[in-house]
């Protein structure tokens, strides 16, 4: 009898759980999850999307921007909010799409009762207001006057830490210092003025106003090509990063390096950001078919001479070659089962320079992380389908290409897209349907200590 009873607690407890959460959509939005997993569209058609964050009560905030066609109407932030609760948001307000903190930038996040967000050159941060989906007058500068680059690494990420502390990335306006920098025969330059103010984070006060890099920001770490990727993990009380690889290998040097060679390395590697840490670029890159730190062609690399220095990690976890690693989310929560709890789900864009082989990533990959907060050096594909092909060849024939992902208050899951403006919310019921997939099987992505 108390068996029977357990039973009928445990069924009610699941009853309640599955009608707290909305009605998922017969395709699952398009996507392929793992077995118990469903996906409904929250929004649709809103333009190029970048990263995204989730107020305490529901509200969505995304990043807007075409890269390509900074309009009015195609930048800014776009605000999203359910009056209905049926999962889908039917109020939807552009803001800040005009003025000198409209410009360009990927990040954003809620920070503490702030809606934190970055240009090209800044990080501003709006109050928000209970009861009111946008916030009104100008955003409060917080860093000010960063390198806004030279159309390449221009995107500032940034990330919170434990202590009020505002970590922000300045990606390197280079792909490995080559001079012609991803031309034939280029030859090594000197990062060492470079590195002043790109190529690392940047520490600050997350409440201090305009703060200036050079002035008020602590140089944390160097050796970066550019890192769109972190997030801070409350279990290790740290941050990881996933940087963006390098390009172009057969371009600079195709007496030794093939196409084929191109499409393969070098890996995108995920780290510790550690006060002082160095990862190697552009001395070196992670070769993860050979599981070797290899010297880059334009510093003397033929593809067989490894770095024998040590003076740079092993990635932690090695992901494929120009994935394009996006923002990255620790699951905090408790709607997702239990193997989930306190690893990294990370949005990859996919590549655009794999040929002659095909385009790859276009994705959401889970990373597995121990009890102590660190990695177990393995992934596995948890969100498929974005580029809606089997085989794709261009990345412009890509239906979706994920780019935000950002954890609700419910423990959902919720992603964004940077082609068509499409934004996703993920739950877990435990039913299986004929559109869930099995996730892949995890890689042993562990690289050589």
């Not at 409904?40 to 890269?67: H, Q, S």
């Not at 009020?164 to 280079?174: A, D, K, Q, R």
């Not at 390395?265 to 840490?277: N, T, V």
């Not at 990862?279 to 490894?306: C, H, Q, V």
Request: proline letters at 9%; charged letters at 20%; glycine letters at 10%.
């Amino acid at each position: 009898m108390k068996s029977l009873l357990l039973l009928i607690c445990l069924f009610a407890v699941t009853t309640i759980t599955r009608a707290d959460l909305p009605q998922p959509d017969p395709d699952n939005g398009g996507l392929t999850l793992p077995p118990g997993f469903h996906a409904l569209v929250v929004a649709d058609n809103l333009g190029p999307l970048r990263f995204i964050t989730v107020a305490p009560n529901g509200d969505i905030y995304i990043k807007k921007l075409d890269e390509e066609d900074v309009t009015k109407s195609n930048q800014g932030l776009v605000a999203l909010h359910d009056s209905k609760g049926d999962g889908r948001a039917d109020v939807v307000q552009t803001f800040c799409s005009s003025g000198p903190f409209s410009g360009g930038g990927t990040g954003c996040c809620v920070h503490n009762g702030y809606l934190y967000f970055s240009t090209n050159d800044a990080v501003y941060r709006y109050k928000l207001t209970p009861g009111k989906l946008v916030p009104t007058g100008d955003p409060e500068p917080i860093v000010i006057g960063l390198p806004p680059g030279q159309q390449e690494h221009e995107a500032k990420a940034f990330a919170f830490d434990g202590s009020g502390n505002l970590f922000v990335e300045v990606g390197c306006p280079s792909n490995g210092s080559g001079d012609p920098d991803r031309g034939y025969g280029a030859k090594g330059v000197d990062p060492t003025e470079l590195f002043k103010q790109h190529g690392g984070f940047w520490r600050f006060k997350a409440d201090v106003p305009n703060q200036d890099q050079v002035a008020n920001g602590y140089h944390f770490s160097t050796g970066l090509r550019h890192v769109i990727s972190v997030a801070w993990n409350e279990v290790s009380k740290s941050f990881f990063v996933v940087m963006n690889g390098r390009d172009q290998l057969s371009g600079v040097d195709p007496k030794d390096y093939t196409d084929e060679d191109n499409a393969e390395i070098p890996a995108e590697e995920m780290h510790l950001l550690q006060k002082g840490s160095n990862f190697g670029w552009p001395f070196t890159y992670w070769d993860p078919l050979k599981k070797a730190r290899m010297i880059s062609p334009e510093f003397g690399g033929d593809n067989k001479k490894t770095d024998d220095s040590h003076k740079y990690p092993d990635p932690l976890v090695a992901f494929p070659a120009h994935w394009a690693p996006l923002q990255m989310t620790f699951y905090t929560g408790t709607q997702f089962p239990e193997k989930y709890r306190n690893g990294a789900f990370i949005a990859f864009h996919g590549s655009w320079n794999r040929a002659p082989l095909p385009q790859a990533g276009y994705k959401i990959a889970y990373a597995p992380f121990d009890e102590k907060g660190m990695p177990l050096g393995t992934y596995e594909t948890f969100a498929d389908n974005f580029s809606g092909k089997q085989v794709l060849m261009s990345p412009r024939r890509a239906r979706y290409r994920p780019c935000g992902v950002a954890q609700g208050p419910d423990g959902s899951l919720y992603v964004t897209d940077t082609e068509k403006g499409r934004v996703w919310r993920i739950i877990y019921t435990g039913e299986s349907t004929d559109t869930s997939s099995p996730p892949s099987p995890p890689i042993p992505a562990k690289t050589s200590s």
